[in-house]
């Protein structure tokens, strides 16, 4: 099989392959990220307003620093927000004397090559970037939290905020402490959920300083994807979030929300983390270097101590052999004392208003993914059956051959009923049209067994607590301006990511991808409705402009906005659930006893 010129068992070159996912999936009450010393370093500090008469100059509680101008916007790129011992929580960047002059991004946390990501070898990477207007103002907030699964990625030069910032918002985009060395679960630890903590103190940086940049520290939007969708939500779900942050956009987030516990709970017969992936890490890099990690060894000392290649080799080799894709925030923790669900369920969360969504075919991303790691995975109905059985294994209580059968014969009676997708599989290598019931059989299970149903669950325990706006991203036709689409033929719809074009291209580069009229009036139409959240709590305008299209709040109707470029419009909720099986999903198949 020949896929444009690229091998049979490759799918993509391994190396572009890496860096296009990339760009789609990169993606305590002190507020100082669990860490007393975090705030010591800046108490009392609040930027003072009116201090440089040159816009492009920002006086900060850490010194000042000069930025440039481009694109309509002052950019100011790479400033160093925190520090942090390896395996210890954060603290605010020291005060610096002299003027910095900014000029690109700081370097992205460490991580190995992964399909969210490029190697980084960089310890020191608690970096963020501001884009502003360049008229002054008090400009409302967005902080981005980028995704990758939380085990790659960074805030750096793929998310382009101009739009955004023409819309009258100050943008945030920031580094985080990312696998192992942001999330290693262990009791041993000082710490845990490190990034989590980077996250908070970009946050309280944002507090204190983002008057200097024009920005209104009492109205901030966290907006995320992915991970850093999931981000979002353990932000509300945390005691010490509180005041940090005002209103939540959750974009694919809404996966794994009953996290794991940093322990067991034996009466529950529930694994925590430590015993499911941190101690196994950890066992892993005591095995590799036993001169510095001995069994006697503090592992506070033991992780210090170690070469940074050791902890990234010993993760990855965790992961790939559990078949772990991602790694995941862990509760019973100060910052998580509990999971998001049960915060959300209880009503103890941070209230703000909450926009949340999801994409309607969220797996095709993951689909590709698996098929490029190891096509024989799909090569027939027993390999399949094997791949889906390990992508739910997280659940021990699931009849992982039942949803296979079942979501097999929906794949095949939905191909049948698609005369595009029929098409499309025609003009395809005959290879692809004999795996490919495997492959979208896989791929509607990760949308809606991880991603729809749990978005709409958490719909539901927001909707009497604060004001909720749900969405469903429609458009399949966002695949046409995805790079990932012109290296294969296997079709794709609105896959997972397939968003942030829309929202974080600017308009020339919205046209270098080859976006249609209608597809870049369909972004300014989402850039109005996120950026009207942010201004207003609520995606409508209240400013007496119109909106294309009114978002209903989710509520009693529980209609929701179904988002697509030929047009968007109010539905029921009904329909989404319809779509997504999640009546199946309320009373799943499970092991008989």
């Avoid at 091998?7 to 070159?13: A, D, K, Q």
């Avoid at 993914?369 to 992508?391: C, M, P």
Wanted: glycine share 8%; hydrophobic share 40%.
């Amino acid at each position: 099989m020949s896929l444009h010129g690229k091998s049979t068992y490759g799918l993509f070159s391994n190396t572009l392959s890496i860096s296009l996912l990339a760009v789609f999936l990169s993606g305590c009450l002190s507020g100082g990220g669990g860490s007393s010393s975090s705030v010591a370093s800046g108490a009392g500090c609040m930027t003072p307003l009116d201090e440089s008469a040159d816009p492009l100059t920002a006086v900060t509680c850490q010194g000042t620093f000069a930025g440039t101008s481009e694109g309509g916007m002052h950019a100011f790129r790479g400033i160093r927000y925190g520090e942090a011992e390896r395996f210890s929580a954060p603290v605010l960047s020291p005060a610096h004397e002299e003027v910095v002059q900014l000029n690109d991004f700081g370097d992205s946390c460490a991580q190995p090559e992964t399909t969210f990501g490029q190697p980084s070898t960089t310890e020191d990477c608690l970096f963020l970037n501001v884009y502003g207007p360049e008229e002054p103002g008090d400009y409302p907030v967005m902080v981005w939290i980028h995704g990758g699964a939380l085990l790659g990625g960074q805030g750096g030069a793929e998310y382009e905020p101009q739009r955004l910032v023409a819309q009258g918002i100050v943008v945030v985009t920031l580094n985080y402490r990312l696998g192992a060395l942001g999330f290693l679960p262990h009791s041993d630890l000082e710490e845990n959920n490190l990034g989590l903590q980077d996250q908070q103190l970009a946050l309280q940086w944002i507090q204190q300083n983002i008057r200097a940049f024009d920005g209104d520290p009492d109205n901030v939007t966290i907006f995320g994807e992915s991970a850093g969708g999931h981000s979002v939500l353990s932000h509300v779900a945390s005691p010490s979030a509180a005041g940090l942050f005002h209103r939540a956009i959750v974009q694919s987030g809404s996966y794994n929300g009953d996290q794991l516990p940093l322990n067991d709970v034996s009466d529950l017969d529930l694994l925590g983390g430590e015993t499911l992936i941190g101690d196994p890490i950890v066992q892993r890099i005591r095995q590799k270097a036993p001169e510095i990690c001995t069994d006697e060894t503090p592992l506070q000392d033991c992780l210090r101590q170690v070469d940074l290649e050791v902890i990234l080799a010993s993760q990855s080799e965790v992961l790939a052999e559990r078949k772990i894709e991602s790694v995941l925030p862990v509760s019973q923790t100060p910052l998580l004392p509990v999971s998001i669900n049960s915060a959300l369920r209880s009503g103890d969360f941070n209230r703000v208003p909450v926009m949340m969504g999801s994409n309607l075919d969220e797996g095709d991303l993951f689909m590709l993914v698996a098929v490029t790691n190891d096509l024989i995975a799909f090569y027939n109905e027993g390999n399949y059956r094997s791949t889906v059985a390990s992508l739910i294994k997280q659940n021990r209580l699931l009849d992982s051959d039942t949803i296979a059968t079942d979501y097999l014969a929906l794949a095949r009676d939905q191909i049948a009923n698609n005369p595009q997708r029929q098409a499309e599989l025609a003009s395809a290598p005959p290879i692809i049209g004999m795996i490919y019931p495997y492959l979208y059989a896989y791929s509607l299970i990760v949308t809606d067994w991880r991603f729809a149903c749990p978005n709409d669950r958490q719909w539901t325990l927001l909707q009497d607590k604060v004001d909720t706006y749900g969405y469903w991203f429609t458009d399949r036709q966002s695949a046409s301006i995805s790079p990932l689409s012109q290296l294969t033929d296997i079709p794709l719809g609105a896959g997972h990511a397939f968003e942030l074009p829309f929202l974080l291209n600017s308009a020339e580069t919205l046209l270098d991808k080859g976006a249609s009229e209608g597809q870049q009036i369909f972004a300014d139409r989402l850039v109005e409705y996120w950026s009207n959240f942010a201004k207003y709590g609520d995606p409508n305008s209240t400013d007496g402009s119109a909106v294309a299209v009114e978002w209903p709040r989710y509520g009693i109707e529980a209609n929701i906005i179904k988002l697509k470029s030929d047009g968007s419009e109010s539905v029921a909720v009904s329909e989404y659930r319809a779509v997504h099986n999640c009546a199946y999903w309320e009373a799943p198949p499970l092991i008989a006893e």
